[in-house]
């Protein structure tokens, strides 16, 4: 059995998340109080209770993710699981990060809020879009972006699994590609419910300030591998990271690409850890016949250790 660890992005979030390992775990509640103490807010009390519209804003979402995964991660290590790799979904690259090493927590959860902060501000709130484009292969959506692409930025975000690649963009291109995508035949197509358009060009502006942030933080080398989101590739040094995190922010997101990455080098079994299972259904839908798990709360966590013989 060869394990590889994947950590959710933004859109998994939801009130309640990480509650069971906050309330029965030492070292899960150690990773809220710091990431509280540096945010200057209680964090486990927005996870926990909410309200759901604060949860949701991007500048607390995204320390509120990586603080959830890392506190489910905590009392996993402690029951002896390991992994040879890991991955994340673009924020979950950075929570990925920390687990393999790369940063430190009190790094890592400051550098999330200034990426969230940065993402919400680079595009007016209503001027960006992003949408779903199921049942339509890259070259397919790629045209359509193309086409529509007339009517201001648009272009593929994240090529998640086959047939589900996610557009992002001006709000008037994004509507003009999704028509476009009906007409040729996309299965569905669903604008998502996201403050900001990730992963294109419009973020530029968040990357160029990401980057003096990303200046002032050390970056170790990985005990373990990450599978990049910007290149599908396997990265081990510090000197990888930086490029590859400010890459990330204003490009496409290869997902299926990584998956594909892990399994070609013997990868066969997959635990999400993290809220939701968001990327254990597309694992499924990339890799056939891989044992894929998540763990989120304590009846999960029992029946992903018991799976795994731990």
Not at 18 to 28: G, M, Q, T, Y
Not at 79 to 104: K, M, N, P, Q, V
Request: aromatic fraction near 6%; hydrophobic fraction near 45%.
């Amino acid at each position: 059995m060869k394990i590889a660890f994947i950590f959710p992005g933004q859109g998994s979030q939801y009130v309640g998340m990480a509650k069971d390992f906050i309330e029965n775990f030492k070292e899960s509640k150690e990773v809220f109080d710091l990431a509280s103490s540096l945010l200057g807010y209680d964090l486990a009390q927005l996870c926990m209770h909410g309200p759901a519209e604060k949860l949701n804003t991007t500048e607390n979402t995204q320390p509120a993710i990586l603080a959830a995964s890392i506190a489910v991660l905590r009392p996993l290590e402690r029951r002896g699981l390991a992994a040879g790799a890991a991955a994340g979904h673009s924020l979950g690259e950075y929570t990925a990060i920390t687990a393999a090493g790369g940063f430190e927590l009190k790094d890592a959860v400051r550098l999330v809020q200034k990426r969230g902060r940065y993402m919400q501000e680079a595009v007016p709130e209503g001027a960006g879009l992003m949408a779903a484009i199921l049942g339509m292969d890259r070259a397919a959506v790629e045209k359509t972006c193309l086409d529509a692409s007339k009517n201001g930025i648009v272009a593929p975000a994240n090529y998640n699994s086959p047939g589900q690649i996610v557009i992002a963009g001006e709000k008037n291109a994004v509507e003009k590609a999704m028509e476009l995508a009906k007409a040729a035949g996309a299965r569905k197509v669903v604008p998502l419910t996201v403050s900001v358009p990730s992963h294109c060009s419009l973020m530029k502006q968040a990357s160029e300030r990401l980057s003096k942030d990303l200046d002032a933080v050390m970056l170790s080398d990985l005990r373990i591998p990450i599978v990049n989101n910007a290149d599908a590739k396997f990265m081990r040094t510090a000197a990888e990271l930086k490029p590859s995190l400010l890459k990330q922010v204003s490009s496409s997101l290869y997902w299926e690409d990584s998956i594909n990455r892990m399994t070609a080098e013997g990868y066969d079994t997959f635990v999400e850890i993290g809220p939701g299972k968001v990327l254990s259904g597309l694992v499924k839908r990339i890799a056939k016949g891989v044992k894929v798990l998540h763990v989120e709360d304590q009846k999960s966590m029992g029946e992903a250790l018991v799976a795994l013989g731990l």
